[in-house]
Structures are given as structure tokens and as C-alpha cells.
């Protein structure tokens, strides 16, 4: 696949507003008004002319039948759901006027017959923008900070939305994905394959609506820079999901997801060490609301539980207290992080949600990295038998560890798999070189896998290790 350049996370009030492949750097509604156009529009058959700078999905290799599509569609009002559409296909059910549904828009897409060109447009969108709306006559809207008050359905801010998506041909190359509101829960599964899902459950959240962004601004570039924008014009209330596409990212970001409330712009990308991995995650907003007061926003970023183990070395149940995220670039405030254990029973997906509050901005940068020490391993495959060594001088006969060695998959598909349980554990740790055996039917060649060492008693994690096995 060709290698795309990161963009930026341009959020709902850009790509809802009909921005189907602008380049970075521009925010230019390509709709009038706070519409955008149907979903029949994006299919190319919506009975009007392609004025804009991208394809539409019957430029896409497949076209329509090969897009995205939702599933489901329901919202839950003071605990009552009320189901919007189920079992849903390409094709959308007909939403009554003022009714809700979805539209799915491909970012940055080439036209039928225009060459790719990175950081302009792709055979195949390297975005896809999945927006809550209602239908209106030939439009929609997707602004609710004004819904009438009679809107059935009800749509404000304590609503929760609940979507199931059909990634459909596209479920083979998503990475992170990146949504417009407060996280509730987030599932995906068989990613990587055709017909791979995503569910996500969240409540829609304010962003700034900037009429005019300043020339040689970079609010949408990559990474955000030059973002200076003193004032928001107003703010609007939006649900969007953005799935990311990009294939330049690392793969263990698959199946992540990130909310932002009060912004209008994101990134996340992976930096550091193999020995001293880190995630920085990037908002940007104006310094004030409309009516002057600060601009406040939040971040909330979930690694799931294979990105934790793939990144970081570290499980899902372990990850609460192993972190930090670490304000950089951009002077300014926010609140003391947290860092929320998920489970799937509860929200869909082992892992740890941070989320940092009282942002402000205008293009703060935290970076998210582990505070457990990193020790040194290599795996040989033998006949019957895989053996690890491992370097570790925080263990002894009187600082006694145990290890547990996780299988993170062939190499060339770890960012697919679930994370699973060890397959061996307990280990005795008690000098600073060992090695630990197990079946090589557990962990055969080419295989990445991960090392997580624990104090005896305690069980605080005394430091985690990465490597290939040969």
C-alpha cells in the first residue's frame, strides 16, 4: 500500500461540514449554514454536481457497496434507549424529516481518474467521518446545540450515542480512531478482516466553529503548529467519529481511539525508544469561547489492551499506575491526569482510558509513557522449546520477581490479534540474568511477545520487556 502521510484530525465542524478532501491546513465549509450533504450525495448519486476537491465513494476501487456503513443506530435518553435503525446494509433506512441517521464521508479520496498525491488524496480515503445528523429535506443537520426542544429523539448533551459500524473492505486497514465527544465504551472486532466492526457508545460534546481560519495557519496540519486563534466565532454540539486509514503510524495504535470536547483539532502519534516507547497526543483549540471566557477542553485517550502490551510491555490490569502524561510544547493549564482501568464487561475493551481535563490552549501536547524501567530480553526457538533470556538487575534471591510471558503473535499481524492471557506465568526471577522456558508450541518463531516481571508479595511490577523471537 502506498505510504501516506499523518494528517491531522480535523473535527466535526470541518469534516461535517462537507469537507470531503481538502488539503491540510484548510477548514472552509464546502456547505453553506451548519448542513451538509446526504449520504446519497457522498454515494454519488444524489442528483447534484461534484463541486467539491475530493471523490466520492463511487470513485473509490468497489465504489459504494465496498464503503463503510452503520449498522446499528440507537440513543439513550435518562436510561431509555430508543432505537434509531438495526441490521442496516450500504444502503441507509429513509429518515423521516427532522428524524436522526448517519453519514459516512470518505476524507481525502481521489477523483475517478485524478493521480494520488500524498497529503492530498489517495485511491482509497486514508479518513472516513461517520457524523450523527438530521435529515431535512436535501441536507442535514449536524449541529444540536440547537435542537428544538421538541426534537424526537432528543439530542443534547447527557445523550448517549450508540453505533455499530460495518468497516466492510476497509476493516483491513484501520489503526486509531478519533471522535468528536466523551468516550462511554468502544468495541471492535476481527480487524483486519472485510468484515470487521466497530461499536461505539459516547455522548456528543461542544467544539469552536471558526468562520475563517488565518492564512498559514496550521490548526489542521501535521502536527499541529502555527494554531493561534484568539476567539471561537460560537460553538456547536456535534457526534463524529473519524476513523484513521494511515498506514505511516505505528500498528500496535490499531484499534485506539482518542475524544476530544472543546477543540477542533487532534493528532496521535507514537514516538520515543523501542526502549522507552511514548504516545503524544496533540489537541488544539481558540484561547476563548464566543463570549470571551477560556476555552476549556479535554483529551481522553483509550489504549486497548494489545496496544498496551505491544507498545509498552504492559497488561491491561496493570496499566493504571504504570503511566504518566506529561504536558509539553504549549505553555498554559489543565487538571492532574487520570488514568481509568477499562474492562470489556463494562466498556467493550480491556484497557486504560487517561483522560486530562481543564485544557488550555491554543496546541498542547501530552506525552503518554510508562514509568515502569524497561528490561533487556532475547527469545531463541529451538526444537521443542522457546527460550527467553532476560537482563534484569532489580531481581535477586533476596528481591525475588516472578515472570509471565505473553505470545503477542506472528510479527506481521500482532496489530490484529486481541491480547490474550499468558502463556506461562509465575516464572522465578532471582538474578539479574535468566532464562525462562516454555513450549515452542507457545511461542514459535517470528513471533513478538512480551515479558512482565513482578515482586513477589507485592506484585508491583518491578519492570516489562519486548522483543522477536529467532
Known amino acids: 500500500m502506498t505510504r501516506r502521510r499523518t494528517l491531522a484530525v480535523v473535527a466535526s465542524l470541518a469534516l461535517v461540514g462537507g469537507l470531503a478532501a481538502q488539503p491540510a491546513g484548510t477548514a472552509t465549509a464546502a456547505h453553506s449554514g451548519l ?47 430508543t432505537p434509531v435503525f438495526s441490521d442496516a446494509g450500504v444502503t441507509p433506512p429513509a429518515a423521516s ?40 429535506e436535501n441536507t442535514n443537520i449536524w449541529d444540536f446545540s440547537a435542537d428544538a426542544s421538541d426534537a424526537a429523539p432528543r439530542v443534547d448533551a447527557n445523550t448517549v450515542i450508540d453505533m455499530t459500524l460495518a468497516l ?53 496540519a501535521t502536527p499541529v503548529r502555527d ?11 456535534t457526534a463524529t467519529l473519524l476513523l484513521s486509514l494511515d498506514d505511516t503510524l505505528d500498528a500496535a495504535l490499531t484499534g485506539a481511539v482518542f475524544a476530544t470536547q472543546n477543540a477542533f483539532a487532534g493528532f496521535l502519534e507514537p514516538g520515543g525508544t523501542s526502549s522507552a516507547p511514548t504516545l503524544d497526543v496533540q489537541v488544539a483549540s481558540t484561547h476563548l469561547r464566543s463570549d470571551g471566557s477560556q476555552q476549556l477542553g479535554v483529551v481522553e ?15 491491561a490490569a496493570d496499566a493504571a499506575r504504570a503511566f504518566t502524561a506529561t504536558r509539553t510544547g504549549d505553555p498554559g493549564s489543565n487538571a492532574a491526569p487520570t488514568y481509568t482501568e477499562w474492562n470489556a464487561a463494562e466498556h467493550g475493551t480491556d484497557g486504560l482510558l487517561v483522560t486530562v481535563r481543564d485544557i488550555t490552549f491554543s ?42 510471558v505473553y505470545d503477542l503473535g506472528l510479527k506481521s499481524r500482532t496489530r490484529y490479534l486481541p491480547a490474550r492471557p499468558p502463556i506461562a506465568k509465575g516464572l522465578p526471577v532471582r538474578s539479574s540474568e535468566v532464562t525462562l522456558k516454555v513450549e515452542r508450541r507457545e511461542l514459535a518463531r517470528n513471533h513478538a511477545y512480551a515479558v512482565v516481571i513482578k515482586r513477589v508479595g507485592t506484585k508491583k511490577l518491578a519492570s516489562t520487556a519486548r522483543g522477536v523471537t529467532r
Open 168 to 220: 466492510n473492505t476497509l476493516g483491513r486497514s484501520l489503526r486509531w480512531s478519533w471522535a468528536n465527544g466523551d468516550l462511554v465504551s468502544w468495541r471492535t472486532d476481527r480487524l483486519g478482516q472485510d468484515d470487521a466492526t466497530v461499536r461505539i457508545r459516547f455522548r456528543p460534546a461542544t467544539a469552536p466553529l471558526v468562520s475563517s481560519f488565518p492564512e498559514g495557519n496550521g490548526c489542521t
Open 363 to 404: 496546541v498542547p501536547s501530552y506525552r503518554v509513557k510508562s514509568r515502569i524501567p524497561r528490561a533487556t530480553t532475547s527469545a531463541s526457538v529451538g526444537a521443542t522449546r522457546t527460550k527467553v533470556k532476560l537482563s534484569e538487575t532489580r531481581c535477586s534471591g533476596t528481591r525475588r520477581c516472578v515472570a509471565s
Open 35 to 81: 448542513g451538509m450533504p446526504t449520504q446519497a450525495f457522498y454515494d454519488g448519486n444524489g442528483g447534484q454536481e461534484n463541486s467539491s476537491t475530493g471523490g466520492l465513494w463511487t470513485d473509490m476501487v468497489g465504489g459504494v457497496s465496498s464503503r463503510p456503513y452503520v449498522r446499528s443506530l440507537s440513543v439513550v435518553n435518562d436510561g431509555v434507549t
Open 227 to 237: 494554531c493561534d486563534i484568539e476567539r471561537a466565532d460560537s460553538e456547536v454540539r
Open 301 to 315: 485517550a483509550l489504549l486497548p489492551s494489545t496496544a498496551l502490551l505491544q507498545l509498552y510491555g504492559i497488561p
Open 97 to 136: 424529516d427532522g428524524g436522526l441517521t448517519a453519514v459516512v464521508a470518505p476524507i481525502n479520496l481521489c477523483k475517478a481518474g485524478e493521480p494520488e498525491q500524498a497529503g492530498r488524496c489517495y485511491s482509497t480515503p486514508n479518513r472516513v467521518a461517520v457524523t450523527l445528523v438530521r435529515a431535512h
